[in-house]
């Protein structure tokens, strides 16, 4: 079956130290994976996406991913948590579904960067 | 602020009531979406339009009735929901459907049914 787990209910973090959000995913053929943000009371922001080629994504907000084939797995990334960064992160995958394309969230992972 | 607006914010209706929700997109983009997200929960895909024809419904109750008038708007009208029905209903747009293009969300329409 094809899926997205995002292991992670919450992260807790302080600010200024580096953060991990982790997503692995299960998918036929070759992936295309994007991580979405979600703020309070907000639509979804896309952050980044993987397709082909370098395995290191670099993204919007000082947000990157790292994509391991072998393990499955599309953890985001950032050097340095700021208190903003908390919100609701979203792991999704591009699936051939019913003849048709479409994206598969995982169950979400809250980010919480305490000062 | 995002590129894709949705009316209205919030939206109280009773079950038998009508009501629609609208959906607004000018980045010339070709594909249009519903979703609909309960709390803490991520969004569950209810309808895909794609150059303005209904290419993915998810089998979704009649009640929820998608409309696309032309390629930059995106109804939902709704009838006789069920207080189950209440959530967030999110409206995106992406250049392509089923491309590599990433999705432009609304802010969304919280609806709650009395």
């Known amino acids: 079956a094809q899926s997205v787990a995002q292991p992670e209910d919450q992260v807790n973090v302080a600010e200024g130290n580096p953060l991990t959000v982790k997503c692995t995913y299960s998918v036929s053929g070759n992936p295309y994976l994007f991580w979405y943000v979600q703020y309070p009371n907000r639509g979804l922001q896309f952050l980044l996406k993987y397709i082909t080629g370098d395995n290191l994504v670099k993204g919007s907000y000082g947000f990157e991913a790292e994509f391991n084939k072998s393990q499955t797995s599309f953890h985001l990334k950032k050097p340095s948590a700021l208190v903003s960064d908390s919100a609701l992160y979203f792991c999704a995958v591009r699936a051939l579904m019913d003849s048709s394309y479409k994206l598969i969230f995982g169950s979400g992972t809250r980010l919480l960067v305490r000062p | 602020d995002t590129e894709v607006t949705q009316t209205p914010k919030h939206l109280v209706m009773g079950m038998t009531n009508k009501k629609s929700l609208k959906c607004e997109q000018h980045m010339g983009h070709r594909a249009m979406y519903w979703y609909k997200q309960k709390a803490k929960k991520p969004p569950e895909l209810m309808f895909v339009?794609?150059?303005?024809?209904?290419?993915i419904n998810e089998s979704v109750p009649s009640r929820f009735s998608p409309e696309c008038p032309n390629s930059s708007l995106l109804n939902l009208h709704l009838h006789a929901l069920q207080p189950e029905d209440s959530a967030l209903y999110l409206c995106?747009?992406?250049?392509?459907?089923?491309?590599?293009?990433?999705?432009?969300f609304g802010n969304g329409t919280r609806l709650t049914v009395t």
């Open positions: 995106a747009s992406s250049q392509e459907g089923g491309d590599d293009s990433p999705l432009h």
């Open positions: 339009y794609s150059y303005e024809k209904l290419s």
